[in-house]
């Protein structure tokens, strides 16, 4: 027989109660547990983070900011990283998308951090492209935000190239200044080369880890590996926000690090049109993997006349005329004329030289094809050669070879 337990009647309504407190404090606790496990961090949580700095800055603190931020949680630094340790804003312009500060956050401090594989980029309105940052200054309305006034406008003992740290917003009406903050936590403007001013980075945490499979931010000078015919070519970004023939902002363009010799593909026997080129479909052909890259209209709109030489490239060498054609889309390509003229500073360096190296030539890479048709007797096309020059040759020339360029998806 089993035993019964017999309890006074108001013991027994405290022994309900306090398991009733249990079972509720219990459901509390993992219903507090769960809001804490969907909210990572809270405003005003701090975090610690290595990064590839030295001088004291090995290791920096983070604070929380905003826990719902472009989808993420936004961390700013807690202190100034100094002039010597980084970069001026810029030399003289104060356009953030293309400022000094922008580069080194992005193309360098980013890829030091310890949580690097979990930032999220972000769209900045300030930039005017359609490169998203993974780290960034905060903007002047940000560091005004009274909800964020605590932390961002807190005061430090300055030291020297950190008396002041920049926002990404340029002040209106000029074309050389910027909004930074003092030490004593007041806003103020300077030109952007001022050597006093420090960074204060802030960057986006994603809500869960970010795949670091899925897509890519590309940077003027990032590599890409791609095979053509079964050989691999490097390919370098010589522009992350690229505009093509049709003025869409396509993505990143990448241009051959090398040149593939004429003996693999003339122009064309007989024609100097784009679209129906031999040299257009064996680029077609040829391409292996087309994963990442975008379609970017390659149109060839115009006939030119004219050269330049001298290793040097300039618009008012060359007259053109409007020609009738159909739109071309395509994965692989060759530069325009006028693309040319636009990355005039790459044309003669290869392999990822800063000074032109294109001088010496083989028997069949004595230049490279544009795409572009000269005017005359429909069997001339533009080429980039060896001597410096940028002119018409003859399409079934096989001593000219190609450098493919093509548009990375940019995320």
Same mark, same amino acid.
Request: charged content about 25%; proline content about 3%; aromatic content about 12%.
């Given at each position: 027989?089993?035993?019964?337990?017999?309890?006074?009647?108001?013991?027994?309504?405290?022994?309900?109660?306090?398991? #009733?407190?249990?079972?509720?404090? &219990?459901?509390?606790?993992?219903?507090? %547990?769960?809001?804490?496990?969907?909210?990572?961090?809270?405003?005003?949580?701090?975090?610690?983070?290595?990064?590839?700095?030295?001088?004291?800055?090995?290791?920096?603190?983070?604070?929380? &900011?905003?826990?719902?931020?472009?989808?993420? $949680?936004?961390?700013?630094?807690?202190?100034?990283?100094?002039?010597?340790?980084?970069?001026?804003?810029?030399?003289?312009?104060?356009?953030?998308?293309?400022?000094?500060? =922008?580069?080194?956050?992005?193309?360098?401090?980013?890829?030091?951090?310890?949580?690097?594989?979990?930032?999220?980029?972000?769209?900045?309105?300030?930039?005017?492209?359609?490169?998203?940052? +993974?780290?960034? @200054?905060?903007?002047?309305?940000?560091?005004?935000?009274?909800? /964020?006034?605590?932390?961002?406008?807190?005061?430090?003992?300055?030291?020297?190239?950190?008396? *002041? $740290?920049?926002?990404?917003?340029?002040?209106?009406?000029?074309?050389?200044?910027? *909004?930074?903050?003092? *030490?004593?936590?007041?806003?103020?403007?300077?030109?952007?080369?001022?050597?006093?001013?420090?960074? =204060?980075?802030?960057?986006?945490?994603? !809500?869960?880890?970010?795949?670091?499979?899925?897509?890519?931010?590309?940077?003027?000078?990032?590599?890409?590996? !791609?095979?053509?015919?079964?050989?691999? /070519?490097?390919?370098? #970004?010589?522009?992350?926000?690229?505009?093509?023939?049709?003025?869409?902002?396509?993505?990143?363009?990448?241009? #051959?690090?090398?040149?593939?010799?004429?003996?693999?593909?003339?122009?064309?026997?007989?024609?100097?049109?784009?679209?129906?080129?031999?040299? !257009?479909?064996?680029?077609?052909?040829?391409?292996?993997?087309?994963?990442?890259?975008?379609?970017?209209?390659?149109?060839?709109?115009?006939?030119? %006349?004219? +050269?330049?030489?001298? *290793?040097?490239?300039?618009?008012?060498?060359?007259?053109?005329?409007?020609?009738?054609?159909?739109?071309?889309?395509?994965?692989?390509? @060759?530069?325009?004329?006028?693309?040319?003229?636009? $990355?005039?500073?790459? &044309?003669?360096? &290869?392999?990822?030289?800063?000074?032109?190296?294109?001088?010496? %030539?083989?028997?069949?890479?004595?230049?490279?094809?544009?795409?572009?048709?000269?005017?005359?007797?429909?069997?001339? #096309? /533009?080429?980039?050669?060896?001597?410096? !020059?940028?002119?018409?040759?003859?399409?079934?020339?096989?001593?000219?070879?190609?450098?493919?360029?093509?548009?990375?998806?940019?995320?």
């Amino acid at each position: 027989m089993r035993p019964v337990i017999r309890m006074k009647r108001k013991h027994a309504l405290a022994a309900v109660f306090l398991t #009733c407190s249990a079972v509720s404090f &219990l459901l509390g606790f993992s219903a507090h %547990a769960e809001t804490r496990e969907a909210d990572r961090y809270r405003k005003g949580d701090g975090l610690q983070v290595e990064t590839g700095l030295s001088d004291g800055f090995e290791t920096m603190g983070f604070t929380c &900011l905003d826990s719902d931020y472009q989808g993420g $949680y936004l961390f700013v630094a807690d202190e100034v990283i100094p002039y010597a340790l980084s970069v001026r804003y810029g030399l003289a312009d104060n356009d953030y998308g293309t400022s000094d500060v =922008r580069t080194w956050l992005n193309q360098y401090f980013a890829d030091t951090l310890s949580v690097t594989e979990e930032l999220t980029a972000v769209n900045l309105p300030e930039t005017g492209d359609s490169v998203s940052d +993974k780290v960034f @200054c905060l903007s002047i309305d940000e560091v005004k935000n009274p909800v /964020y006034k605590e932390i961002v406008r807190k005061v430090w003992t300055p030291r020297r190239g950190m008396r *002041y $740290y920049w926002t990404r917003s340029k002040r209106e009406n000029t074309t050389n200044q910027a *909004y930074l903050v003092q *030490y004593n936590g007041h806003i103020a403007s300077s030109r952007v080369s001022l050597t006093e001013a420090g960074i =204060r980075p802030a960057f986006v945490l994603g !809500r869960e880890k970010a795949d670091t499979g899925q897509g890519k931010i590309w940077y003027e000078g990032d590599t890409q590996e !791609r095979m053509i015919h079964g050989k691999s /070519y490097t390919f370098r #970004c010589v522009d992350p926000n690229y505009c093509d023939a049709g003025m869409n902002r396509a993505g990143a363009l990448f241009l #051959c690090d090398s040149i593939i010799g004429g003996d693999e593909s003339v122009f064309d026997e007989n024609h100097n049109g784009w679209e129906a080129s031999d040299l !257009r479909g064996w680029l077609k052909e040829g391409l292996a993997d087309s994963e990442g890259i975008a379609r970017a209209e390659t149109t060839a709109g115009y006939t030119y %006349a004219g +050269k330049s030489s001298d *290793y040097m490239i300039s618009e008012r060498k060359f007259t053109k005329r409007r020609q009738p054609g159909n739109k071309t889309e395509d994965m692989l390509f @060759c530069l325009s004329l006028e693309e040319a003229i636009r $990355y005039g500073k790459y &044309l003669w360096k &290869l392999d990822g030289s800063e000074t032109d190296n294109f001088n010496l %030539a083989g028997s069949h890479v004595m230049g490279y094809w544009l795409r572009t048709p000269a005017a005359r007797d429909g069997k001339l #096309c /533009y080429a980039v050669t060896y001597d410096g !020059r940028v002119a018409p040759e003859q399409v079934d020339n096989d001593r000219i070879g190609n450098r493919p360029a093509f548009v990375a998806v940019q995320e």
